[in-house]
T-cell receptor, first 116, second 111 residues
Framework: EAQVTQNPRYLITVTGKKLTVTCSQNMNHEYMSWYRQDPGLGLRQIYYSMNVEVTDKGDVPEGYKVSRKEKRNFPLILESPSPNQTSLYFC???????????????FGPGTRLTVT | LAKTTQPISMDSYEGQEVNITCSHNNIATNDYITWYQQFPSQGPRFIIQGYKTKVTNEVASLFIPADRKSSTLSLPRVSLSDTAVYYCLVDRSSGYSTLTFGKGTMLLVSP
């Protein structure tokens, strides 16, 4: 089954304790991205990657890191989490070929992060 | 990036047709228009995409006028399960890949 998986689904942590949220897709998609969703603010893109070893900032990258060492994985790293990073996080992937991104993005189930 | 403007919320009743309009005045020549649907605590789901005129699939229709400065998502005969947030996105078809979802339109369908 084609899917995007995220782990963990729920996480409660404390300020400053490094954490990683994993994202994996089994559709051989080139493009992957991370979003955060907060009440009243909609979905905002954090980082995206157009292929292995190619990443770039989205609209709200501060406080986050990503890496893309393999095509299927795109982990989101919070080196020193703060309470303002409490949010619902989504990973997504889509095809990107011939210079054009196929816009049907497939989203993961979400990770609800609470930083106290 | 072309900014989009949608109504914050809309109400409807089961069986009615719902039209959600999105304004994108500074859309660029290469931009496509894409709509997503999101249920609470789930990731968004692709509904439809178009460039001009009309696109129809098994779920919805997308109407885009000639000037492309707006688009309308049409949901025929909505049901309670169509209650969700609907996002309109406008972005380039190649290269630059930041996507902005905005706040979307909360559609509430009542019995």
């Amino acid at each position: 089954e084609a899917q995007v998986t995220q782990n963990p689904r729920y996480l409660i942590t404390v300020t400053g304790k490094k954490l990683t949220v994993t994202c994996s897709q089994n559709m051989n998609h080139e493009y992957m991205s991370w979003y955060r969703q907060d009440p009243g603010l909609g979905l905002r893109q954090i980082y995206y990657s157009m292929n292995v070893e190619v990443t770039d900032k989205g609209d709200v990258p501060e406080g986050y890191k990503v890496s893309r060492k393999e095509k299927r994985n795109f982990p989101l790293i919070l080196e020193s989490p703060s309470p303002n990073q409490t949010s619902l996080y989504f990973c997504a992937s889509s095809l990107f070929s011939s210079g054009r991104m196929e816009y049907e993005q497939y989203f993961g189930p979400g990770t609800r992060l609470t930083v106290t | 990036l072309a900014k989009t403007t949608q109504p914050i919320s809309m109400d409807s009743y089961e069986g009615q047709e719902v039209n959600i309009t999105c304004s994108h005045n500074n859309i660029a020549t290469n931009d496509y228009i894409t709509w997503y649907q999101q249920f609470p605590s789930q990731g968004p789901r692709f509904i439809i995409q178009g460039y001009k005129t009309k696109v129809t699939n098994e779920v919805a229709s997308l109407f885009i006028p000639a000037d492309r400065k707006s688009s309308t998502l049409s949901l025929p005969r909505v049901s309670l399960s169509d209650t969700a947030v609907y996002y309109c996105l406008v972005d380039r078809s190649s290269g630059y890949s930041t996507l902005t979802f905005g706040k979307g339109t909360m559609l509430l369908v009542s019995p």
